[in-house]
């Protein structure tokens, strides 16, 4: 059965960024998650990443006991940040891929690549109660490796998309929305529930929330930055109203 409503996750990471820019608690992240509940969003994401360059542990404790929404908590594959998913019990755990020096994430994680290294791993989320996603490309292969290790959802990388379309290659763009559509019916069709995320904005929101086959979005950086010309919460009530104008043109 296809999602009618699609899903907002809120990511939060870059209110911290902008508070770790001059230290002190200001502005504060679980603030603006709780601001993000106010303007509908349907979850809070936050990625503790290893050099802790924007959430921090204590961000994630706070975001663990003072919110409502589910939290999808953003991690490595690695022994310290099992650890701590353990301990903050989250609702959802997506894997990504990390490395020290990029400013962000680059790619989707290669599920099929490190099999050994992330079936024990995805065991351990799930026997703690926690629902594991992988960010990945929109790839078959993928997409196989991701039910062969056990994680019921997947979120599709967009960056590539939103590249090409802010770059003004539209013929290219739209080959490559053709592939995140194509890969997001044969997730469905194996079973798997099939988010996305990745650079999205005002402008690039709508076509990828009309594939059908997605139930949830996520997307941060560019809601913040766009609070600071509009306010966070006008920035999510907008984000979720071209949203929902993407999802009813998908409607036959």
Known sequence: MLSQRLRLGVNIDHVATIRN?????????????HLAAQAGADGITAHLREDRRHISDHDIARLSKEIDLPLNFEMAATEEMLKIALEARPHAACIVPEKREERTTEGGLDARGQHNHLKPLIATLADNGTRVSLFIE?????????????????????????????DGDAKAAALELDRIREAARYGVALGLEVHAGHGLAFDTVEGVAAIP?????????????????????????EMRRRMDAGRASARP
């Open 21 to 33: 820019a001059r230290g002190g608690r200001f502005p504060d992240p679980v603030r603006a998650a």
């Open 138 to 166: 929109a790839d078959k292969a993928q997409l196989d490796a991701a039910v062969a290790l056990g994680a019921p959802v997947v979120e599709l990388h967009t960056g590539r998309y939103c590249d090409l379309h802010n």
């Open 213 to 237: 086959e997605l139930t949830e979005l996520n997307i941060g950086h560019f809601l913040v930055g766009e609070g600071i010309f509009i306010g966070l919460e006008a920035a999510i009530r």
